[in-house]
């Protein structure tokens, strides 16, 4: 079944304590991205891939970090977590090309920071 | 930058009533239109897409949304509710020629009740 993968689905966990929310789509998309979705607010995008080793800042990238060292995988990464950070996060992938075929969404990772 | 305006927060209905959930945009140059639909609990979901051609789009689960240029709108409708529609639905833009990206609106609850 084509689809995207995170990882852990709830978290909470201390500020300060570095965590890694894992992606992982099986449909040899070349885009991938992460958004944050929070009340009032939507979704707004936080760090965007658009290959391997190919990353670039959404609207929101502040205080989190991406990789992507291979095309399946796009981690998102907090070094040092603060409250402001707690959000249902959200990643994405789409074919090459353009937004044409909009996007496939993973089920979420609702975070929550103390 | 392109922009989406969802009109109304919240979205009470009855139960078979028809519903309108409203979408503006703003942009100065051709776009691609989505709704994506957010079940409790889950990701997002691909509703419908307008790329080019026939302005009215048919969608999954009985939706259908008109492409009105002029007005610069793609309001999202279904004649007949089910409370099985009762979920979070989100109105996206991207620029044709802008590569991947896609703005989000703010979403819009919409609320079926027997």
Same mark, same amino acid.
């Given at each position: 079944?084509? #689809?995207?993968? #995170? ?17 992982? #789509? ?8 992460? *958004? ?6 939507? %979704?707004? #995008?936080? @760090? ?15 205080? *989190? ?12 990464? %907090? ?23 909009? @996007? ?6 609702? %975070?929550?920071?103390? | ?12 209905? /009855? ?10 945009? +703003? +942009?100065?140059? +051709? ?20 790329? +080019? ?13 008109? /492409? ?5 709108? /793609? ?28 703005? /989000? ?10």
């Amino acid at each position: 079944e084509a #689809q995207v993968t #995170q990882n852990p689905r709830y978290l909470i966990t201390v500020t300060g304590k570095k965590l890694t929310v894992t992606c992982s #789509q099986n449909m040899n998309h070349e885009y991938m991205s992460w *958004y944050r979705q929070d009340p009032g607010l939507g %979704l707004r #995008q936080i @760090y965007y891939s658009m290959n391997v080793e190919v990353t670039d800042k959404g609207d929101v990238p502040e205080g *989190y970090k991406v990789s992507r060292k291979e095309k399946r995988n796009f981690p998102l990464i %907090l070094e040092s977590p603060s409250p402001n950070q707690t959000s249902l996060y959200f990643c994405a992938s789409s074919p090459v090309g353009t937004s044409y075929y909009g @996007y496939t969404f993973g089920s979420g990772t609702r %975070l929550t920071v103390v | 930058a392109q922009s989406v305006t969802q009109l109304d927060s919240q979205v009470p209905v /009855f139960e078979e009533a028809p519903v309108e959930l409203r979408c503006n945009y +703003s +942009s100065s140059v +051709s776009v691609y239109l989505f709704w994506y639909v957010q079940y409790p609990n889950q990701g997002l979901q691909l509703l419908l897409k307008y790329l +080019s051609g026939s302005t009215l789009v048919k969608g999954i689960n009985g939706f259908e949304a008109e /492409f009105n240029k002029s007005q610069t709108s /793609f309001h999202l409708r279904k004649p007949s509710v089910h409370i099985s529609d009762t979920a979070e639905y989100f109105c996206a833009v991207s620029v044709t020629n802008s590569g991947y990206a896609l703005n /989000f609106g703010k979403g819009t609850s919409l609320l079926v009740t027997p």
